[in-house]
Structures are given as structure tokens and as C-alpha cells.
């Protein structure tokens, strides 16, 4: 396409990107369980509304727009108020679960450097089901990624013991997750910790998916076990915003036990022949508008707001199970959150998968062992049902012997 001579009216411009839409995952009717949280229409507005309000303000400029940067600083207060954060804790918010993780290793990897002289090559020892953000940011920084089988008692959580092996002298960081996205089962986070504190290694816990969701299934009380702060350990956190805490994309926060650990993350430059420049995460200019979103569902949500829609998330999950042992599934492990996988036995899930698809379904799978995998929102206790009525049709379509080609999954 090239850039038109002549602009078009807003109206025909409208049009053309809503009928472009037409043809991607049905997300507003429940039928999507992946990259969507979908919490209703009222927060909808309130996340529009509040990013439009800021939309044009930049977050690298905290002289120009104090707003921004009180915002932010609130935002903060809150995650650790919820996460166990000690007094003298910090952090900052970033654009995702990827950019909260990549400068958790980067304020890892420079603490290690000043404080242990250690140099590349460096490595991490993270679980075989921890998210793949881990290995992006490795890349960027030369780091090796030492990946250790989960347990093998079918629970599907790191290994602690079999990580604590993997270390030497040159191990910067551990990572466990709270819960991994593959099996949504919270690593034992204890356990981590006391092989991390036992070699003054840095803990870092990926609860990008239930940093805001697993504090509140506590208050309901779900039996969340130690993830956060709590565990003495744990140094950092990378909690979403735009998953649970239902906040516009993108907006996400990586905490610090101190101070002095968070000092490790920021970047400044005054090396060039521009004004001095410091920026607290990788990006430049922060999008206001993810800032002031997140902040506004925050304040109108609460404690209570919170836990309604957890609660609710967890009894949706809790339905499915009963309906997926009903129709022969296995769900893997123990999941407490609003993430599940599931296999059948007997037949071919990445075919049912496929089947799924062709009924609108836009869900996720886990490939270790082939699974299908829901990521569910307050939405889906709407859906639930129909969900697991397509599934019994689709999997007696692929008992049968009656499924079409496979539909490949691809995911950015």
C-alpha cells in the first residue's frame, strides 16, 4: 500500500479497520482464551477512557508530566502492598511481561557484576516450562540459558533440587514461576529460595500471569502457597497488569526487595550531546495512556473488585474441570488459577484442537505433553458450557476418525 495522495474521511478510514476486524478471534463473545482478558464492558470503558485522558503525554518526561510519574509511583505502591513488597521495596511499571522480565536480568546481571565481579559469561537456570521472555533476554545480554527438566511425579513444577545441581560459580540468577503459562501450576517458590539463598543467588519470580490474581485467590481463600516477597529470597517480581489485573495493554511491573537492587535496572547516559537522559526500563518514550489506565482500574476495582472477578475466574476454571474429567480428559497438575491444560488420553489433542478452531474457538496448546490450554477470564463463565459442548462434539468428531487437516497453532 502506498500512502494515499489525498486523505480519506475519518468515517471511511473507520470503516475499513472494522470490517478488517471481522475476521479475527471473537474475543468480545468468549470464544477467545489467549491474549485476551476479557473482564466486561464497564472496565472496558474505564480503560478507553482513562488512556484517551493521557494518551498524548510521554512517561519519559516525569518534569513535564508529574501526573504520569505520581501514577506510576501509586501503581507501584500498590503492586507491592499486595506482593509482600518490605519497606524500602521498589520497581517500576514497563510495557510487558517481556520487558518486566528482560530488565529483571539486566538488574540481576549488573548486581552480580558489581557486587561479585562477575563478567560474561554468565548463565540463568530457569525451569523447562518458564516463558521463552527469559530467552529472549538472554540474547540481547549474551547470557546462557540452563533450562532443567520438571519433576517427574506428574505435578509439573520446577525442580528445585535438579536447578540448585545446575548452578556454579557463575550462575547470576533462578527463576520460578507464579504460575508458568504452559500447565498454570505455581512453582515451589520456597523451596527455590532455599537453594538460592543457600548460594546467594538472585530469585526472581516470573508472576507476569498471577501476580494479580493469586494475592486475591488467597483472600478467597484458595490454598496460594509462598510466591512473592513473602519468600525472604526473592529479590524480583514481573507481574502484568494487562493479564489479571485487567489494565490496558501493554502495562506491567518488575519489583525490587530494595532500593538498592532496583538502583541496578535503570539506564542513564550523559555521553552524548543531547540534555542528560535516564529512562528506568529499555523503552524511551512510555505511552501515558498505558500508565493512566492501569492506574484507573486499579482504583476502581479495589481489594473487593479484585476478588470478585478472581473468584469468579476460579470457579469457571473449577467447572471446567468437572467437565473435562466427564468427557475423558486428564487436567495436568494442580492448577489454582485461571490457567489450565488438558489432554485426552486416547486421542489426538492437537486434532481436537483443530476441530475447536473450525468452531470458533481461539484458544492455546501445551506441546510438553500435547495438551489444549485455556487462559480463562471473567467472561467465560458466560461460555463455559458451550466450550465444553463443542469439546465432547470435537472429540467424537476425532474418535471417529472424521477430522479434517490440523490446524497449525502459531503464536507470536
Keep these: 500500500m502506498d500512502l494515499p495522495k489525498a486523505g480519506k474521511t475519518w468515517d471511511e478510514v473507520r470503516d475499513t479497520l472494522i470490517a478488517r476486524g471481522e475476521g479475527d478471534a471473537k474475543w468480545r463473545d468468549g470464544k477467545t482464551a489467549v491474549y485476551i482478558f476479557n473482564a466486561g464492558p464497564e472496565l472496558a470503558e474505564v480503560q478507553r477512557d482513562a488512556y484517551a485522558l493521557y494518551m498524548s503525554e510521554n512517561g519519559l518526561g516525569p518534569l513535564a508530566f508529574p501526573s504520569l510519574a505520581q501514577m506510576e509511583q501509586e501503581v507501584i505502591q ?11 521495596a521498589a520497581g517500576a511499571m514497563t510495557s510487558g511481561g517481556t520487558d518486566s522480565i528482560t530488565m529483571a536480568m539486566k538488574a540481576a546481571r549488573d548486581f552480580a557484576r558489581a557486587g561479585k565481579g562477575l563478567s560474561a559469561p554468565a548463565n540463568i537456570v530457569i525451569p ?8 529472549k533476554a538472554a540474547h540481547l545480554m549474551d547470557i546462557e540459558v540452563r533450562r532443567i527438566p520438571l519433576r517427574r511425579d506428574g505435578s509439573y513444577e520446577a525442580d528445585p533440587a535438579a536447578m540448585g545441581d545446575a548452578c556454579d560459580a557463575r550462575t547470576m540468577m533462578m527463576v520460578g514461576s507464579a504460575p508458568n503459562f504452559p500447565h498454570g501450576i505455581i512453582d515451589p517458590i520456597e523451596a527455590l529460595g532455599e537453594v538460592a539463598a543457600s548460594r546467594d543467588i538472585w530469585l526472581h ?7 494479580y490474581f493469586a494475592p486475591f485467590a488467597r483472600m478467597n481463600g484458595v490454598p496460594v502457597p509462598p510466591f512473592d516477597f513473602e519468600v525472604p529470597a526473592v529479590r524480583s517480581i514481573s507481574a502484568d497488569l494487562h493479564k489479571y489485573g485487567y489494565a490496558a495493554k501493554g502495562a506491567s511491573t518488575v519489583l525490587f ?21 535516564s529512562t528506568p526500563t529499555l523503552a524511551g518514550t512510555r505511552p501515558g495512556g498505558a ?9 476502581v476495582l479495589g481489594v473487593d473488585g479484585y476478588r470478585e472477578k478472581q473468584d469468579l475466574v476460579c470457579e469457571t476454571r473449577e467447572r471446567a474441570e468437572v467437565g473435562l474429567r466427564k468427557l475423558g480428559y486428564e487436567v495436568l497438575g494442580n492448577p489454582l488459577l485461571g490457567l489450565i491444560a488438558f489432554r485426552h488420553p486416547q486421542h489426538d489433542n492437537f486434532a481436537i484442537y483443530g476441530e475447536m478452531f473450525r468452531k470458533g474457538w481461539f484458544t492455546s496448546i501445551t506441546t510438553e505433553p500435547p495438551s489444549l490450554h485455556l487462559m480463562l477470564s471473567p467472561k467465560h463463565a458466560e461460555v463455559i458450557d458451550d466450550y465444553l459442548e463443542d469439546l465432547r462434539c470435537s472429540t467424537d468428531t476425532v474418535a471417529a476418525g472424521q477430522q479434517g487437516a490440523k490446524v497449525e497453532a502459531r503464536y507470536n
Excluded at 523447562?128 to 530467552?135: I, L
Aim: negative net charge.
Design 128 to 135: 523447562q516450562s518458564a516463558h521463552p521472555a527469559f530467552d
Design 291 to 299: 500508565i493512566s489506565a492501569a492506574w484507573a482500574v486499579m482504583q
Design 257 to 277: 526487595r530494595s532500593k538498592e537492587l532496583y538502583q541496578h535496572m535503570p539506564f542513564a547516559n550523559r555521553e552524548w550531546s543531547g540534555a542528560p537522559m
Design 205 to 211: 519470580t516470573d508472576a507476569c500471569v498471577g501476580g
Design 78 to 88: 500498590m503492586a507491592l502492598s499486595i506482593l509482600h513488597g518490605p519497606a524500602g
